[in-house]
């Protein structure tokens, strides 16, 4: 029985083929593929039908299931494309065997259900399993990289770096700018360090408590840190919390706070003007040589 129904599939596979395109064809133009050209959609779907196919010949889970769901994520194709498919794949066969019957009673109505399950079924279930697996390795691999990318420090002049912070911060992303911090000031043998919260929306107790406990660390290992950025709202806010920032400078701006980074480490800024004559004089200069 077993053997006959899949050899029903296999040899009639061109026309289930073409009843699955056409039923699935039929849903892109009210779900998420409709975006997608009509090259692309077509030339995946018989990658997926084929796919499919090798699976239920080989009477087994093929390779090609992996090698197919890590495309769709690469191409950015959800999940539900997948499932969709072979829900469609199970009706389709299904009704295709049963057609290909005179007489259909409950008996043969449930063998014919078993058997179609135990082919989809298991392809469901690698695909899931391999497309979850692989967008979880996916997420992680971006979550470290927005990590590093959430409390950079970036060398500006020997001796000074900045550490641009933006957006809310909390316990975790706390942890990893203390970290950052110091692993920068070794790394770039910083002397001052200015951290930038401008782009930080809200400084309360436990960002301020995060942000001073950050600058002592810096202390410890022999650098010195100002905080810039420090808004009107921010100092209203800090002030009445009563929260005390008087162990390290802090500006207004990122300018301001530069300037104070050159005089600790014995530099300024200094205008030059340029005079018309000096410069006529160094082009005559260059002419004679």
Same mark, same amino acid.
């Given at each position: 029985?077993?053997?006959?129904?899949?050899?029903?599939?296999?040899?009639?596979?061109?026309?289930?083929?073409?009843?699955?395109?056409?039923?699935?064809?039929?849903?892109?133009?009210?779900?998420?593929?409709?975006?997608?050209?009509?090259?692309?959609? %077509?030339?995946?779907?018989?990658?997926?039908?084929? #796919?499919?196919?090798?699976?239920?010949?080989? &009477?087994? @889970? /093929?390779?090609? !299931?992996?090698?197919?769901?890590?495309?769709?994520?690469?191409?950015?194709?959800?999940?539900?494309?997948?499932?969709?498919?072979?829900?469609?794949?199970?009706?389709?066969?299904?009704?295709?065997?049963?057609?290909?019957?005179?007489?259909?009673?409950?008996?043969?109505?449930?063998?014919?259900?078993?058997?179609?399950?135990?082919?989809?079924?298991?392809?469901?279930?690698?695909?899931?399993? %391999?497309?979850?697996?692989?967008?979880?390795?996916? #997420?992680?691999?971006?979550?470290?990289?927005? &990590?590093? @990318? /959430?409390?950079? !420090?970036?060398?500006?002049?020997?001796?000074?770096?900045?550490?641009?912070?933006?957006?809310?911060?909390?316990?975790?992303?706390?942890?990893?700018?203390?970290?950052?911090?110091?692993?920068?000031?070794?790394?770039?043998?910083?002397?001052?360090?200015?951290?930038?919260?401008?782009?930080?929306?809200?400084?309360?107790?436990?960002?301020?408590?995060?942000?001073?406990?950050?600058?002592?660390?810096?202390?410890?290992?022999?650098?010195?840190?100002?905080?810039?950025?420090?808004?009107?709202?921010?100092?209203?806010?800090?002030?009445? !919390?009563?929260?005390?920032?008087?162990?390290?400078?802090?500006?207004?701006?990122?300018?301001?706070?530069?300037?104070?980074?050159?005089?600790?480490?014995?530099?300024?800024?200094?205008?030059?003007?340029?005079?018309?004559?000096?410069?006529?004089?160094?082009?005559?200069?260059?002419?004679?040589?």
């Amino acid at each position: 029985m077993d053997e006959r129904l899949k050899n029903i599939v296999l040899e009639h596979s061109d026309d289930i083929v073409k009843m699955w395109l056409e039923e699935v064809n039929a849903h892109k133009k009210n779900d998420y593929t409709s975006t997608i050209s009509d090259e692309m959609f %077509e030339s995946t779907n018989r990658e997926f039908v084929n #796919v499919i196919f090798s699976s239920i010949e080989k &009477q087994g @889970l /093929s390779s090609d !299931l992996d090698n197919f769901s890590e495309r769709l994520i690469n191409l950015g194709w959800p999940l539900s494309y997948l499932t969709d498919g072979m829900q469609i794949f199970r009706r389709v066969v299904t009704d295709y065997i049963l057609k290909q019957s005179d007489k259909i009673d409950s008996d043969y109505f449930s063998k014919v259900l078993r058997q179609v399950d135990g082919w989809v079924d298991p392809i469901i279930n690698r695909l899931v399993n %391999e497309y979850s697996g692989s967008w979880e390795h996916i #997420v992680s691999l971006q979550r470290v990289a927005l &990590q590093e @990318l /959430s409390a950079p !420090l970036i060398p500006v002049m020997e001796n000074i770096t900045i550490m641009p912070l933006i957006g809310t911060i909390d316990t975790e992303r706390a942890k990893l700018i203390m970290e950052n911090l110091l692993d920068g000031v070794i790394k770039h043998n910083a002397e001052v360090v200015l951290i930038d919260i401008t782009g930080v929306p809200v400084v309360d107790t436990m960002v301020a408590h995060h942000i001073i406990q950050a600058a002592e660390a810096v202390r410890l290992v022999g650098s010195r840190c100002i905080l810039v950025g420090i808004r009107p709202e921010i100092a209203q806010t800090i002030v009445n !919390l009563g929260i005390d920032l008087g162990k390290f400078p802090t500006k207004s701006s990122l300018r301001k706070g530069f300037q104070t980074a050159l005089e600790l480490t014995n530099r300024r800024i200094e205008d030059v003007q340029n005079n018309d004559e000096d410069i006529e004089q160094l082009i005559d200069s260059l002419d004679r040589e």
